[in-house]
């Protein structure tokens, strides 16, 4: 499998920037994806994630960290294989690396997969 994040750069603060994650070589309904970050001298963290399940009555869930919550949005085209992180009202402190993560669910349990990264740097 091969997971690519794309779209980081240099943003203002209050600005917007959307992340996307191209994966090949596996089935995305078969994996909760997840975007973290890590700024320099901090652990790396979860910023977001969305699961499929298509067998429930709600198809899907996001879970977000409280730091981002209402200004980040994760979305997924499991036809593209495709994962977005939409960034909205970006501060210095969102300031990092993300990664993006496959993490293996049902038939695809224990596998997980994880991209390069892209850096995200909010100036003021």
């Known amino acids: 499998a091969q997971v690519v994040e794309s779209g980081g750069g240099l943003v203002q603060v209050g600005g917007s920037l959307r992340l996307s994650c191209a994966v090949s070589g596996i089935n995305l309904n078969f994996y909760t994806m997840k975007w973290f970050r890590q700024a320099p001298g901090k652990e790396r963290e979860l910023v977001a994630s969305?699961?499929?399940?298509?067998?429930?009555?709600?198809?899907?869930?996001?879970n977000y960290a409280d730091s981002v919550k209402g200004r980040f949005t994760i979305s997924r085209d499991n036809h593209k294989s495709t994962v977005y992180l939409q960034m909205n009202s970006l501060k210095e402190d969102d300031t990092a690396t993300y990664y993006c993560n496959a993490h293996g669910m049902r038939a695809a349990a224990g596998r997980d997969y994880w991209g390069p990264g892209t850096q995200v740097t909010v100036s003021s």
């Open positions: 969305h699961t499929n399940a298509p067998y429930s009555s709600v198809p899907w869930m996001t």
